[in-house]
């Protein structure tokens, strides 16, 4: 691995820190807007950033928050992943998901009594394969019907978040103004994942993608929903929480 992940408060962040964020950023989405981004970043909580270990360099970031909701009576939680960037010299390196794994499965320990699910935001395909590759069940899916009870706490969610923005017609998020979209070396599809159902689901209900459109999605953050792939490196993270702290650990 190239890569270590770092996940800090966004409070901590200095101002050399972002404007390496935002460097990074911009040279990945066009149209990116300095106080756009500045906004965005203060309403999460914590970000993950991932650094070359050779160099030390931020080579990637993800920001997190959680947001709660009662929804028939029911109080939830979702995990909600804001900008996403990896350069394209580190796709491949397994360290973002790591550092998220880690951090849901704080998450998870946190309030075990409380469902998570995580609340997506693709605007590219590649965010969206993030479903398939850690999750059994997630929406909206290709070959399956979005649960009712599913549907509308997506809904819920992304009015909560993104107002009037959101069409749940489409569940599709179209912003007056831009909040970036992925460049052109980066919005094309190549010809090896032309074919992938998720990539042509994708691509047929969220068309415009390329300007921005941001497609809506959720699934439960669950050891059951969790696919083998990710259940051993998200029990990785689990059990090493559990060890760092003693008063999470059995008969403690």
Same mark, same amino acid.
């Given at each position: 691995m190239k890569?270590?992940?770092e996940?800090? *408060? %966004?409070?901590?962040l200095?101002a /050399?820190?972002? #404007?390496?964020l935002f460097?990074?950023?911009? $040279?990945h989405?066009s149209?990116?807007?300095?106080d756009q981004?500045?906004?965005d970043?203060?309403?999460k +909580?914590v970000v993950?950033?991932l ?6 360099q931020v080579?990637?970031? /993800?920001? =997190? @928050?959680i947001l709660? $909701?009662?929804? #028939?009576g =029911? $109080?939830?939680?979702?995990l909600f ?6 350069a ?5 390196d $397994?360290?973002?998901r790591r550092g998220?794994?880690?951090y849901?499965?704080a998450?998870?320990?946190a +309030? !075990?009594?409380v469902p ?5 935001m693709t605007k ?7 479903? *398939?590759?850690f999750?059994? #069940?997630?929406f *909206?899916?290709?070959?399956r ?5 599913? =549907?509308s @706490?997506l809904d819920?969610?992304?009015?909560q978040?993104f107002?009037?923005?959101?069409d749940a017609?489409?569940?599709l998020?179209r912003?007056?103004e831009?909040?970036? =979209?992925?460049?052109?070396?980066? /919005?094309? %599809?190549p010809v090896r994942?032309a074919? #992938? !159902?998720?990539?042509k689901?994708?691509?047929e209900?969220? *068309?415009d993608? %390329?300007?921005?459109?941001?497609l809506?999605?959720?699934? +439960?953050?669950?050891?059951?929903n969790?696919r083998?792939f990710?259940r ?9 929480? %559990?060890?760092?702290n003693p +008063?999470?650990? !059995?008969n403690?």
């Open positions: 890569l270590h992940n996940i800090v *408060p %966004v409070a901590s200095g /050399s820190d972002r #404007d390496t460097a990074l950023y911009s $040279q989405y149209g990116a807007r300095r981004f500045e906004s970043l203060a309403e +909580e993950i950033l650094r070359d270990r050779s160099s030390d080579r990637g970031f /993800s920001t =997190q @928050m709660r $909701q009662r929804i #028939d =029911q $109080q939830v939680r979702a992943s804001g900008d996403t960037i990896i394209p010299s580190h796709w491949g $397994q360290e973002l998220w794994c880690h849901a499965a998450a998870l320990i +309030e !075990p009594g998570l699910y995580w609340f997506l590219g395909y590649r965010t969206y394969l993030y479903l *398939p590759v999750f059994r #069940d997630f *909206p899916h290709y070959g019907e979005t649960p009712r009870e599913l =549907q @706490m819920s969610l992304a009015r978040k107002g009037d923005a959101y017609s489409s569940g998020i912003f007056a831009t909040h970036g =979209q992925l460049t052109d070396e980066l /919005s094309g %599809v994942r074919n #992938d !159902p998720h990539v689901f994708f691509l209900r969220n *068309p993608y %390329v300007r921005g459109v941001e809506v999605c959720i699934t +439960e953050i669950s050891h059951e969790i083998p990710a051993h490196m998200f029990w990785e993270e689990q059990r090493a929480l %559990v060890f760092d +008063e999470l650990r !059995p403690a």
